[in-house]
């Protein structure tokens, strides 16, 4: 199984800044992906990251305020642009291996905008 | 569109056997998935299964998939403190566009009694 590491594993920002999440994965993996899970909430899909262009956004969200890189088969950043409090959310980062069909999750980033 | 659907919460005793189901819609799903997340963690794959199955055994955990009847159960044998946590399910497809996209249930609160 992969290992996967966000950080940071939470933070508190001011309304109007960014932020940057960074996914980091042990093994070389075919497909990474964000999910958000707000308050209380199930997971939702924000986008796939894809590997050298640009990432595939789910409806609801787009890539102005969710800006997302993948310079390679490891690493991947989520930006969250321009925050409100409805961006407090945890935002996790998954990644599915080259031989398997399983998804495994990073522990999670866990925001919270003021 | 996909939709997954989980009863919200569930309360055994220590020692009992827990029975969380899941409904699903999307009779082209390919895999099946049970998470775990604990309070302030991530999410934790505990195990799969592939549609063309209709049962899988690991350990305290059984799997048991209706496919006709879009219908998904994870029994956990011997329930202790420590299973106290949101089991999530999780569908997704091995191919197309929508390749290795999850949908999530809203999740099942299992909490287990001394």
């Known amino acids: 199984s992969a290992v996967i590491s966000q950080k940071p594993s939470r933070d508190i920002c001011q309304r109007g800044t960014s932020l940057t999440i960074q996914c980091q994965v042990d093994?070389?993996?075919?497909?990474m992906f964000w999910y958000r899970q707000q308050p209380g909430q199930s997971l939702t899909l924000i986008a796939t990251?894809?590997?050298?262009?640009?990432?595939?956004?789910e409806s609801g969200f787009v890539i102005d305020k969710f800006p997302i890189s993948r310079p390679n088969l490891t690493f991947s950043t989520l930006t969250v642009s321009n925050m409100s409090p409805e961006d407090s959310s945890i935002y996790l980062c998954?990644?599915?291996?080259?031989?398997?069909?399983?998804?495994?999750f990073g522990p999670g980033t866990r925001l919270t905008v003021l | 569109g996909e939709d997954v659907e989980q009863s919200l919460f569930l309360s055994v005793r220590e020692g009992d056997s827990s029975v969380i189901n899941c409904t699903y819609t999307d009779s082209s799903s390919t895999y099946l998935y049970w998470y775990k997340q604990e309070p302030g963690a991530g999410l934790q794959l505990l195990t799969y299964?592939?549609?063309?199955?209709d049962m899988k055994q690991d350990q305290r955990l059984t799997v048991l998939l209706n496919k006709k009847d879009k219908h998904l159960s994870l029994r956990i044998a011997d329930t202790q403190t420590g299973d106290s946590a949101i089991y999530f399910c999780?569908?997704?497809?091995?191919?197309?566009?929508?390749?290795?996209?999850?949908?999530f249930g809203q999740g099942t609160i299992l909490t287990v009694h001394p």
């Open positions: 093994s070389q993996v075919t497909m």
């Open positions: 990251a894809n590997q050298g262009s640009e990432a595939t956004y």
């Open positions: 999780a569908e997704s497809h091995a191919g197309g566009t929508s390749y290795g996209k999850l949908t």
């Open positions: 299964i592939f549609s063309n199955m």
């Open positions: 998954s990644a599915e291996g080259v031989s398997t069909d399983t998804q495994y």
